[in-house]
């Protein structure tokens, strides 16, 4: 069972930058693409970025987009979000999982760890 931790929140002002990471345990990290997700108060978690296995292939929502950057480093079993320009919308909890590149960025397993919150206000 693969592990996540999040980690990086903060409050931030708006116009700032954040960047948050996710280590996970267990080898499985490699074979699978990962994903960012944002919870807002009151709101559904909903999918914000995501990368594939490699790190070549990237999904973005368009509340993000231009602003956010996903990326991986394999070797550390970590994913990280780079956060800029943000927003008192960008307010959330944000957690990390694993998806599957190659059916739409579908989430693989319904398990979360505590996530990190973010939020941005001045």
């Known amino acids: 069972q693969v592990q996540l931790v999040e980690s990086g929140g903060g409050l931030v002002q708006p116009g700032g930058s954040l960047r948050i990471s996710c280590a996970a345990s267990?080898?499985?990290?490699?074979?699978?693409?990962m994903g960012w997700y944002r919870q807002a108060p009151g709101k559904q978690r909903e999918l914000v970025a995501g990368?594939?296995?490699?790190?070549?292939?990237?999904y973005y929502d368009d509340s993000v987009e231009g602003r956010f950057t996903i990326s991986r480093d394999n070797a550390k079993n970590t994913v990280y979000l780079q956060m800029n320009n943000l927003k008192p919308e960008d307010t959330g909890v944000y957690y990390c999982?694993?998806?599957?590149?190659?059916?739409?960025?579908?989430?693989?397993?319904?398990?979360w760890g505590q996530g990190t919150q973010v939020t941005v206000s001045s």
């Open positions: 999982n694993l998806v599957n590149p190659s059916l739409g960025w579908r989430l693989i397993r319904d398990y």
């Open positions: 267990g080898s499985i990290f490699s074979f699978n693409g």
């Open positions: 990368i594939g296995i490699g790190g070549y292939s990237r």
